[in-house]
């Protein structure tokens, strides 16, 4: 297996003290499969960041008794081999009763399935909507291409958009499905598709493809691919002529320091949506930015959000499932969450019957190199 050192496995026990007096205690294995280098990473790094302060939050609040949690956090390298690979050890070896990870619809499609066949609960933040892979599958946070729906309509509102140009990424169905929610809402109001062009994910040379694009009579470009990629087509796009005229509208992936860092200038103006925002006012979200910066020494950006909330919404389950603590048991957790407080959307997270929570995105644009409300 590669290895460097983020690649290196992490692999921590979290102890709880044993509030149930001289209870034996347990003990809960759960496996994560995280990019934490590669293409993916600008996503699940922070993730990984949110996942691993919502299990020390965990274990020193005392909330599960004298259950400990073994957590093995190893890094995928952003390929779906290497993260089937590993959800077969963190199973078959290691024993785990619940699969955490990874925001990656590609490697979550592949390893997934392992997951369902063995019936192993497996609690995902892929943006895709894997959840329909099996009933051993949950999402921890709303299917982006619902909330990009949600994005459409206020964009509809605002700004009534009548030429557009997709730019998406074709080998990652996550970001087929984001710009078709938003690209079924421009043409019931009858905005016209003018261009509709695709990449891979591994691409870095946009030229020829925004010189298309910036001679084209639009007035909105939406973009849907990772953020670090979302940023270089900007800049590229205007580098080639695209009028400051044209508004550009991204995924959520573009609520990411890679983005920022990436776009500079470039990205100011940029509205997408996303399932987290910093400044939210809530006791929760403030606890958990102090938190945050403190351990990590930069502010939490949405993935950070929904790893945090990943891990909490296990804890939820877990919680729920003693005495045995069985995959089943966890699984019923799982399916039970209800009203559950989060850092997310509206601050109430419920599973539904698809095993994915519905909640609205917040719409947000870069100004001053920040991310603020539209």
Request: no cysteine; proline share 5%.
């Amino acid at each position: 297996m590669k290895k460097n050192l983020l690649s290196l496995a992490s692999i921590f026990t979290l102890a709880v003290p044993a509030l149930l007096g001289t209870a034996q205690a347990q003990e809960v294995v759960v496996g994560v499969p995280i990019s934490s280098s590669g293409i993916f990473a600008f996503a699940n790094l922070p993730a990984r960041n949110g996942i691993t302060l919502a299990a020390e939050e965990v274990a020193k609040s005392g909330e599960l008794g004298p259950l400990k949690i073994k957590l093995l956090i190893e890094d995928t390298n952003s390929d779906k081999n290497q993260a089937v690979n590993l959800v077969n050890r963190f199973i078959n070896t290691n024993k785990a009763v619940l699969i955490l990870g990874s925001t990656s619809t590609v490697e979550a499609q592949a390893y997934l399935p392992i997951a369902q066949s063995k019936k192993i609960p497996a609690l995902t933040q892929a943006s895709g909507d894997v959840a329909v892979i099996g009933d051993w599958i949950f999402k921890a946070n709303a299917a982006p291409a619902k909330i990009m729906e949600s994005l459409a309509l206020r964009y509809i509102k605002d700004y009534q958009p009548k030429r557009v140009a997709y730019i998406f990424n074709r080998d990652n169905e996550s970001y087929i499905q984001q710009k078709d929610g938003v690209k079924g809402r421009f043409e019931q109001v009858g905005a016209k598709t003018l261009l509709e062009e695709t990449i891979v994910g591994t691409d870095t040379d946009f030229s020829a493809l925004v010189t298309k694009v910036a001679a084209q009579n639009i007035d909105t470009l939406v973009i849907s691919t990772t953020g670090e990629v979302t940023a270089n087509i900007i800049i590229q796009a205007r580098q080639a002529g695209l009028p400051s005229s044209v508004r550009i509208v991204a995924t959520p992936s573009a609520g990411s320091h890679q983005f920022l860092k990436v776009g500079g200038a470039a990205v100011e103006g940029v509205i997408f949506t996303s399932d987290y925002f910093i400044g939210n006012p809530s006791k929760l979200n403030q606890e958990f930015v102090s938190a945050y910066k403190k351990k990590y020494g930069i502010e939490p950006d949405n993935f950070a959000a929904i790893g945090y909330t990943v891990f909490k919404t296990a804890a939820a389950a877990i919680k729920s499932a003693g005495p045995d603590y069985s995959p089943e048991s966890i699984r019923k957790g799982l399916a039970g969450i209800k009203n559950l407080p989060t850092i997310l959307g509206n601050g109430s997270l419920t599973q539904t019957t698809a095993r994915t929570p519905a909640y609205d995105g917040v719409v947000l644009t870069v100004r001053d190199g920040k991310f603020v409300p539209l």
